[in-house]
């Protein structure tokens, strides 16, 4: 069986480079978005830090405080005999009203339980109980053989201490919680016919939370070298992958947010606060699809600078004196520590994925300098008045000068091959080739 002919590798391989680059920046655009969600899902149920930032948001938030105070009195009438402090403040003649005055005062105690949980002691009191619920969570799910206030293997909210608190601080004798319920104020958060599943998901979480970033960078990078002479069209194609990608997460922040407090399915008295909770605990969230917008943004400047438009020559035309390397080495070395100081990215306060995305930042803008020197070279604008030039910029001048020097008539075969293999790689459309092989053949 003899192997294709040039022409016929050309035709099979560039209609496959054509299709092959927008279907992997497609994949990349998706574990993008998939990356946002394992990185703030990762943060959020692991991280003791992102936890205890987001647990003093949503204790402080005034629906979630109302729904709180709520619960709490819920379970001091439940279990407390609160008739009985009221008939010892009564004449003997008015026992009766015991029962009666205590469910008035219901209202009144409810206000003083909103006020409380304000109280700094409280708060304090309402964080801890998070934290060390979290704590021993991620303990349970990483198979450390944590116990603690898990029972058999049921992790538990334990409210009981701010109960006590809220119950002194609106004036209640502290002698009559003493003897509470065991299950006085404790909330279940996960049943220990759920810790497998749970085990499950937390591993995939965690190996989502590396694998998705790099996968990403992977088929971007394979997207790229699969674009051959297309590569500023395959980039600009990414960034709007991208930006598609960062609208998509408040979408999806909403839609997972219904059915996570569906499968919850509060009663309508604490749904607002869960709500307020699940907004709260998505902060981040916003925050990643807001950096991944960003970032596309900033490709799709960079490509629109890089193109041929006559806006983008006259742009690149400017920028040609901060590109001696004098200059664009110093301009590039103070970007990189202003982004580190600024991070006004959450990405850029994690090492890694600030490396990352410096060393991609420092990549395009080199590229960019270098094609701005080329187009100088070829105006005999290079290097610019007070300029110097580098070893890569004298070996781009050398370059210039050979092909001026060595300059003669083409063969017109060659010509046309490349014509021919430019517009297999839909570099030339149809008019433009059928242009390019009148003025060949016509010598033109």
């Known amino acids: 069986m003899t192997a294709p002919s040039a022409p016929a590798r050309r035709a099979l391989v560039g209609p496959l480079r054509r299709v092959g680059a927008p279907i992997l920046v497609v994949l990349a655009a998706l574990c993008a978005l998939l990356s946002v969600f394992a990185i703030w899902a990762n943060r959020q149920a692991v991280e003791d830090a992102g936890w205890r930032a987001t647990s003093e948001q949503i204790t402080s938030d005034p629906d979630v405080q109302q ?39 219901r209202g009144l105690i409810e206000r003083g339980a909103g006020d409380a949980l304000r109280h700094p002691r409280v708060q304090g009191l309402l964080e801890q109980a998070l934290v060390d619920a979290h704590a021993t969570a991620v303990r349970i799910l990483r198979e450390q053989g944590a116990t603690i206030e898990t029972g058999d293997g049921t992790v538990i909210l334990n409210l009981q201490q701010v109960l006590i608190g809220v119950a002194e601080q609106v004036g209640i004798d502290g002698k009559l919680l003493t003897s509470l319920p065991a299950d006085t104020g404790r909330i279940e958060l996960l049943r220990s016919d759920q810790l497998r599943s749970a085990q499950t998901g937390l591993r995939l979480l965690e190996r989502l939370a590396v694998v998705m970033p790099l996968l990403t960078v992977a088929l971007l990078a394979a997207a790229l070298w699969v674009a051959d002479r297309r590569r500023r069209e395959t980039l600009r194609l990414a960034g709007l992958a991208f930006l598609v990608a960062a609208l998509a997460v408040p979408v999806l922040r909403t839609w997972t947010g219904n059915l996570v407090i569906d499968a919850i399915d509060p009663s309508p008295t604490y749904l607002t606060a869960a709500r307020d909770a699940w907004d709260i605990s ?8 807001q950096a991944l917008g960003l970032y596309a943004i900033l490709i799709l400047v960079g490509t629109t600078l890089l193109g041929p438009t006559r806006l983008a020559h006259a742009t690149r035309a400017k920028l040609r004196r901060i590109c001696a390397p004098q200059i664009a080495y110093p301009l590039a070395a103070l970007i990189v520590v202003g982004l580190v100081w600024w991070s006004p990215t959450a990405g850029l306060r994690r090492p890694a994925i ?6 991609l930042l420092l990549i395009g803008l080199e590229v960019s300098r270098r094609q701005i020197i080329r187009e100088a070279l070829a105006a005999g604008a290079w290097p610019p008045r007070g300029g110097e030039l580098s070893v890569a910029d004298v070996g781009e001048a050398v370059t210039a000068r050979l092909k001026t020097l060595t300059h003669r008539q083409p063969d017109r075969l060659a010509e046309l091959e490349r014509a021919h293999r ?3 790689d839909g570099v030339l459309s149809d008019e433009e080739f059928a242009a390019e092989k009148r ?5 033109d």
């Open 67 to 105: 729904a709180l105070a709520r619960y709490l009195v819920d379970e001091l009438y439940a279990n407390v005999d609160l008739a009985a402090l009221v008939e010892k403040t009564l004449p003997k003649s008015l026992d009766a009203l015991a029962i009666p005055a205590t469910g008035a005062l």
């Open 282 to 289: 998505t902060a981040m969230l916003v925050e990643a699809g």
């Open 354 to 359: 600030a490396v990352t995305l410096i060393a």
């Open 422 to 424: 430019l517009h297999d």
């Open 439 to 443: 003025r060949i053949l016509g010598g």
